[in-house]
């Protein structure tokens, strides 16, 4: 019982939310902990169903960011007073940082080039948002 007040917690965490496996929660958790222990505790605790969701949650989130960003930018676009271009610049900067999303620049290889470079999002607020 005394492992399961230890590491429970910590292995419940690693599973539901940052989604690792049990096989990778026994290396993270230094072999304290049994395989079969993890599966009985995820069988038990029903882990399963609330990683499940904690990933919908997530995307719903996403969802909702990527929503507001989107009609901030509309906004801005039709109406681009200073108070709309800061509220879709933290509209942006909020998809970016749950997104993960990093900008690029002149030495990023072609093949890693998947989002915005610096050039791109300045042609942005030129063409779109007239701004310079």
């Given at each position: 019982?005394?492992?399961?007040?230890?590491?429970?917690?910590?292995?419940?965490?690693?599973?539901?939310?940052?989604?690792?496996?049990?096989?990778?929660i026994?290396?993270?958790?230094?072999?304290?902990?049994?395989?079969?222990?993890?599966?009985?505790?995820?069988?038990?605790?029903?882990?399963?169903?609330?990683?499940?969701?904690?990933?919908?949650?997530?995307?719903?989130?996403?969802?909702?960011?990527?929503?507001?960003?989107?009609?901030?930018?509309?906004?801005?676009k039709?109406?681009?007073?200073?108070?709309?271009?800061?509220?879709?610049?933290?509209?942006?900067?909020?998809?970016?940082?749950?997104?993960?999303?990093?900008?690029?620049?002149?030495?990023?290889?072609?093949?890693?080039?998947?989002?915005?470079?610096?050039?791109?999002?300045?042609?942005?607020?030129?063409?779109?948002?007239g701004?310079?």
């Amino acid at each position: 019982m005394a492992k399961q007040a230890l590491y429970y917690d910590d292995a419940k965490r690693l599973f539901v939310f940052e989604g690792f496996s049990l096989d990778a929660i026994v290396g993270l958790l230094d072999n304290h902990v049994a395989r079969k222990t993890l599966y009985n505790w995820k069988m038990q605790g029903n882990w399963e169903d609330k990683r499940k969701k904690h990933l919908n949650k997530a995307k719903d989130l996403q969802t909702d960011l990527v929503d507001l960003a989107e009609l901030t930018i509309k906004e801005a676009k039709a109406n681009p007073t200073p108070h709309n271009i800061y509220a879709m610049s933290r509209a942006l900067a909020a998809l970016k940082a749950y997104q993960g999303v990093k900008l690029l620049d002149k030495e990023t290889p072609p093949e890693d080039r998947k989002g915005l470079t610096p050039e791109n999002i300045r042609q942005i607020e030129k063409e779109v948002l007239g701004l310079e």
